[in-house]
């Protein structure tokens, strides 16, 4: 159709019957914009339109479509009423396209709104919701220096670590507590230096996560003897590591693209725990005098480190396998001694620090591998 024509051939109509734009509009029920509209060739009447048009001027539809008069047409009425017949599908097939892309607007606005609530409730719920910590404590008849603790949403393992005794007596009763307004609530309290806990939300069978930060500034280690003599000590924890990052920095891939290997799969440490003594989530295994101490903990899929404390060298490495970092210090760790943090991802041959992550390939192979 030609917009054009049609609004020229109404506007002709609408002259040789006398009427002006606004009796027009009056007789046919729209308004003077409409009629506007049309005579300029911007839009085209409806079917509605079209039959008082018709009716009115005493034309057919056909010849308002063509845009001029045609006696064959105008006398032909089983034409006009195909023609009518064909636009009132084609306004039928209009208004089903116009239905369906409103229920698709409403469907992919429905899914904008739900997913970034579900984006906003996971953001919510899990970021800022683990937290590594390493613990210390210090008195004059003892020291702690290997301790864990991670939190999560759902569970807590509390790992105490190595207690070297500095007065040659034996342990009779570890304790756990911590003050509350100078009132003592009791933790833990068992017949062994290997202290482990695993605690989980709702049950606060030792630790009460809601209270998670208080706790931590007010925890305390009490040993008692087996002469009964008694000492503690506030422990303390300094956080390594909590999930606050937006995003994951993908790891630098070398070579001709070809491979898929990366630049540290070199140092990718495999082991197995065959030959330590397990118990719930975490492995031990003690050699030569205890001069060596090995130490792996599966807490959960995001979370895994193995522990080497070599006394004779003077070396402690701690291995975090979920994000491929070792850290070496010396052994004992005093508070103002700086650790040395190796990215697995980015170290290569040349690089100095190198010797660490042979040093403690050689412990694992040793002493870990089948």
């Known amino acids: 159709m030609n917009k054009e024509k049609i609004g020229s051939f109404i506007k ?8 002006s734009q606004n009796e027009l509009a009056d007789k046919i029920n729209v308004s003077r914009q409409a009629i506007s509209q049309w005579e300029r060739g911007i839009n085209t009447p409806d079917l509605e339109a079209l039959q008082d ?20 047409l105008n006398s032909n009425e089983d034409f006009n009423n195909i023609t009518i017949s064909i636009l009132q599908e084609n306004e039928q097939k209009m208004v089903k396209i116009k ?27 899990f970021y800022n919701s683990i937290k590594v910590y390493t613990m210390y404590a210090r008195s004059d008849s003892f020291e702690i220096d290997e301790g864990l603790f991670i939190t999560s949403k759902s569970d807590i393992f509390f790992r105490l670590g190595n207690i070297d005794i500095l007065n040659n007596k034996k342990i009779k009763y570890v304790q756990l507590y911590y003050l509350d ?7 833990y309290q068992k017949d062994t230096n290997d202290v482990f806990i695993k ?20 925890l305390y280690i009490r040993i008692i003897f087996d002469d009964n003599e008694k000492e503690e000590t506030k422990i303390e ?17 070398i070579g001709d693209g070809k491979t898929t290997s990366t630049k540290h799969d070199n140092y990718i440490i495999p082991f197995s725990t065959k030959k330590m003594f397990c118990e719930n989530d975490s492995c031990t295994l003690t050699i030569d005098n205890e001069d060596l101490f090995i130490s792996y903990f599966d807490m959960s899929e995001e979370i895994k480190i ?38 697995l991802q980015t170290i290569n041959q040349e690089d100095e620090k190198y010797k660490y992550v042979e040093m403690f390939k050689k412990y694992v192979y040793k002493y870990l591998n089948s």
């Open 99 to 125: 239905k369906l892309k409103k229920a698709f607007l409403i469907a992919t606005a429905t899914s904008l709104i739900v997913s970034f609530a579900f984006l906003l409730y996971y953001f919510i719920s």
């Open 181 to 187: 307004n100078n009132k003592e609530t009791l933790i």
């Open 12 to 19: 002709q109509l609408r002259i040789e019957n006398e009427l």
């Open 306 to 343: 193995l522990k080497i404390t070599d006394k004779k060298n003077n070396l402690m490495f701690e291995y975090y396998a979920n994000y491929e970092e070792l850290q070496v210090s010396k052994y004992p760790r005093q508070d103002n001694d700086e650790r040395l943090s190796l990215s």
């Open 199 to 218: 605690d989980t939300y709702g049950y606060n069978e030792f630790f009460d996560i809601d209270n998670m930060k208080y706790i931590t500034n007010h």
């Open 237 to 253: 924890f300094v956080e390594e590591y909590t999930n606050k990052s937006f995003f994951i920095n993908k790891k630098k891939r």
């Open 53 to 72: 048009l018709s009716n009115l001027f005493n034309v057919s539809i056909n010849e308002i479509l063509i845009g001029k008069k045609e006696s064959l």
